[in-house]
């Protein structure tokens, strides 16, 4: 059972046995509330033998139902305290381990998992899904098996008692409940269908905050707003069609239940007339075939629920089951020389990205990757530090394979500068103090200042003070990629990846820009995707790579002489500088 509860629920074996509880206390608990109907009962029982032999005497024992009434009263109060315990503290206590897990298999994730579009779907998860499943696990689910446990104690205890009448009030159980499953086909579809689109809706609403400055500046809102118009409209017909479907089903279902009290009403009256029933068994039936259908109501509409439960709990098992990466913890290489041995990539099966790839990336050299678009020099880079896990080959740091390395462990080592800064609505001070949390105001000032960032933060209404606005938004493309330089001087760490800024910057801000980036690689590993040639002509070694491939390797004088592609890129550059002197 445990198992089951585990499996169906995406549940910790703690939590299952905490369901377990919960499921165990709410049918003792339901029972314990039948105790004022079984008292009732017999104060009737009594009262009617008194009516009818007029020689005993109910006075004697109303006392006895007082001490009943307020035993029961206490034993009810105190059932219900621990049920809410198993049920709301427990289950809110699992939330919370399931929401800690979730956050924890995005910490074992690839980097280079959280695309744009995995993270309005990602955040869906984890807090709405998990809100939802909290919410059916505290208030729906413990109550659906209690309910089940207990109606089907009261039917047989029923059946014992007169099997005829039993009959009559639950032949339309099973009926309702087939009808139900019937449709569950149907129910789940539907669902599913809701969700995806909702999902897709998340996704467009949040690329289309994203993009606002692209898609003002093409004018193409009108286009969004017709494209999220037309995804709102869709959702709304799936969710009015879940809805009717849903409706239609479960009401389908009470009509039938309804048909249990005349059934009880006929059988009853029939067999009284017959002399086969006591008038007291036949009120005893009647009272509780009208108190019986509720809870089994209460399990139909619930149910409901559970099935929408289902496509929630599929998401949350897919997130589990996303491919992690893991590595030991314990990692001190002896040296940070970075090695490429017959790489092979792809982030999409059956369409190749990087073919064969082998090269070093010597310390304390500074090391280009160079190509046309599209050929592989982000991929490169972002494997060097283990942002994916590549197919085939090998990559080592110090001589180590970075596969068998923790990705935190391993990220201690490197500092990565790419284009797409991300900067956080706080202080600048706050935003470099990224690249090392302990780091002091004073050791923040000193790598702002290495990394040209100083002149232009002093400018700043609070200088390191100031908020910088979401995203950064107050500073320039140039002094964003100087923030992000900074932080990487003070974590100092002795790899640097960096991805050179592609966008046309003003010459001032170009040469800041270098100078800050000549302080940062002194003496480390450096892998850099370089788009000008002064930076190309300054390394030590140049890497070609085009469609996957490399196609030349060597020193920069070294490719010059052999004219292939880089000679190439160095003369159409050179041509371009010309044009524009001419
Ligand atoms: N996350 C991804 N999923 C699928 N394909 C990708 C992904 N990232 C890159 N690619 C593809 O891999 C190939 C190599 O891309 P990469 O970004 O490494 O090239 P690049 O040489 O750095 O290009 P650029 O100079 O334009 O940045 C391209 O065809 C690109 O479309």
Not at 191 to 207: G, L, W
Request: hydrophobic share 45%; with cysteine; aromatic share 10%.
């Amino acid at each position: 059972m445990l198992n089951y509860f585990q499996n169906a629920f995406a549940m910790s074996e703690k939590g299952a046995k905490n369901l377990m509880n919960a499921i165990i206390l709410s049918t003792i608990m339901n029972i314990s509330f039948m105790l004022p109907m079984i008292f009732g009962f017999q104060f009737l029982d009594q009262s009617m033998r008194v009516m009818l032999n007029d020689s005993a005497s109910a006075i004697g024992s109303i006392s006895y139902y007082a001490v009943m009434s307020v035993a029961s009263l206490v034993v009810m109060f105190v059932i219900a305290y621990f049920q809410y315990d198993s049920t709301y503290t427990r289950i809110y206590e699992e939330s919370a381990k399931r929401r800690i897990s979730l956050a924890e298999t995005l910490r074992k994730l690839p980097l280079a998992f959280f695309g744009k579009k995995d993270i309005a779907d990602l955040s869906a998860t984890i807090m709405e899904d998990a809100t939802q499943i909290e919410q059916l696990f505290s208030h729906a689910v413990p109550q659906i098996f209690a309910a089940g446990i207990t109606l089907v104690m009261m039917a047989v205890m029923m059946f014992i008692y007169n099997w005829r009448l039993a009959l009559a009030v639950f032949w339309v159980v099973p009926v309702a409940f087939l009808v139900f499953y019937l449709s569950r086909k149907f129910q789940n579809k539907t669902h599913k269908e809701v969700y995806d689109i909702k999902r897709d809706i998340s996704d467009n609403i949040q690329e289309t905050l994203d993009s606002v400055h692209e898609i003002k500046s093409y004018n193409r809102e009108d286009d969004y707003r017709q494209i999220l118009d037309d995804k709102l409209d869709s959702y709304e017909a799936y969710l009015i069609k879940s809805e009717l479907l849903l409706g239609a089903f479960v009401n389908f279902a009470y009509t039938i239940l309804k048909l249990g009290l005349p059934s009880v009403m006929l059988v009853g009256g029939a067999l009284l007339i017959r002399g086969e029933v006591s008038v007291f068994a036949y009120l005893v039936f009647l009272v509780i075939t009208a108190r019986v259908y509720n809870p089994i109501m209460e399990i139909v509409d619930n149910l409901a629920l559970l099935l929408f439960l289902n496509v929630r709990i599929n998401r949350m098992k897919e997130m589990d089951n996303m491919p992690r990466q893991e590595g030991r913890t314990e990692f001190s290489p002896k040296h940070y020389d970075i090695v490429f041995k017959n790489v092979d990539f792809s982030y999409i099966d059956g369409i190749q990205t990087l073919n064969k790839v082998s090269f070093t990336a010597k310390q304390g050299e500074v090391t280009a990757l160079v190509g046309p678009s599209g050929g592989g020099k982000s991929t490169v880079a972002k494997l060097a530090a283990r942002f994916w896990d590549i197919d085939r080959g090998k990559i080592t740091l110090g001589g180590e394979d970075i596969a068998g390395i923790d990705p935190e462990t391993l990220m201690q080592y490197y500092s990565i500068v790419f284009q797409d800064v991300t900067l956080f609505n706080t202080s600048v001070m706050e935003n470099i103090r990224l690249g090392k949390k302990d780091a002091t105001d004073e050791a923040v000032k000193e790598a702002a200042r290495l990394a040209r960032c100083d002149e232009f933060i002093n400018k700043l209404p609070d200088g390191y003070n100031t908020l910088i606005g979401e995203n950064g938004e107050r500073l320039s493309g140039g002094e964003r990629q100087r923030i992000s330089i900074a932080r990487a001087m003070l974590k100092d760490a002795p790899i640097i990846l960096l991805d050179e800024a592609t966008a046309s910057l003003d010459a001032e801000n170009e040469s800041k820009i270098q100078s800050a980036l000549s302080e940062l690689v002194k003496n480390k590993t450096v892998l850099i995707i370089a788009h000008r040639m002064r930076t190309v002509s300054g390394a030590d070694k140049v890497i070609v790579i085009k469609d996957g491939r490399i196609k030349e390797i060597g020193s920069p004088s070294d490719l010059k002489r052999q004219n292939g592609i880089f000679a190439g890129m160095l003369r159409t550059q050179l041509q371009d500088v010309s044009k524009i002197m001419a």
